[in-house]
């Protein structure tokens, strides 16, 4: 069964709330008494039983419902019971988030971002036997020799696990000359942080917001064409060294 109107579980990875809150208030509905704290969906009218804080947006979303619907008075845990535990929203459970929170996170769109070039990509491999081609404004993972993909932690940029998540992606970008990613064009690589990465000396960070000189990567392919999903390139710096990843044996 494909719960398509959200009535059993609700993802609140959104770009904007779409529903309603609804805390206990002892009214009657369809003979029932309204006892538990729930939201309602202005799409479906449905109220879901499990609500999940999918990404940055479904975690704001999910503090809300905590603050909103106070649940932790509903559930009778005192606020200092959960002092000292680890939470996995962007505060703790009750407590209201602010601008100030949202510190070292993706943006809030990022998400959305790569769920449409996953989608994008998907379909596009379904029609080229060889692979798709990338476009400007693709997420991207880059995997290193090692097998291993590159991933970005505070500002560090590393190559640690062979995984396919947040701190793995990359938007790739590309200022000038359309769309499509060839060999020997410029571009700049934007981390989930928002920031891109940026070639200092014999050093590479994540720490800037700019697209200039050291963020500018000159990407290679051996061929000298179109770069597709799953071919070997080479990124080259503006100090004319290529990037690469250290083994540690």
Not at 29 to 55: F, N, Y
Not at 123 to 129: G, P, Y
Not at 180 to 191: C, H, K, M
């Amino acid at each position: 069964v494909l719960d398509e109107e959200c009535g059993l579980f609700k993802c609140l990875g959104e770009p904007e709330c779409s529903w309603d809150f609804e805390p206990p208030s002892g009214a009657i509905e369809g003979g029932s008494v309204i006892a538990e704290p729930r939201i309602r969906s202005r799409i479906t009218g449905q109220r879901p039983l499990v609500v999940h804080g999918c990404g940055g947006n479904g975690r704001w979303f999910l503090a809300d419902i905590y603050r909103e619907l106070d649940l932790l008075r509903h559930l009778q845990i005192d606020p200092k019971d959960l002092a000292g535990l680890k939470y996995a929203g962007l505060v703790p459970p009750g407590e209201e988030v602010r601008e100030e929170h949202w510190v070292d996170l993706a943006p809030w769109y990022f998400p959305f971002e790569h769920f449409q070039a996953i989608r994008r990509e998907a379909l596009e491999e379904a029609e080229l036997d060889t692979g798709s081609q990338i476009l400007a404004g693709d997420v991207v993972f880059l995997e290193a020799h090692t097998g291993a993909f590159l991933d970005t932690e505070e500002g560090y940029v590393f190559a640690r696990w062979r995984d396919w998540g947040l701190w793995q992606s990359f938007v790739i970008e590309k200022p000038l000359g359309g769309r499509s990613i060839q060999s020997g064009d410029t571009v700049y690589l934007r981390a989930h942080t928002g920031l891109h990465l940026a070639v200092n000396g014999v050093g590479v960070r994540v720490c800037s917001s700019e697209q200039g000189q050291c963020e500018g990567l000159v990407l290679e392919q051996p061929h000298g064409e179109d770069v597709r999903s799953g071919d070997v390139v080479f990124l080259r710096g503006h100090t004319g060294r290529y990037l690469d990843v250290e083994c540690d044996f």
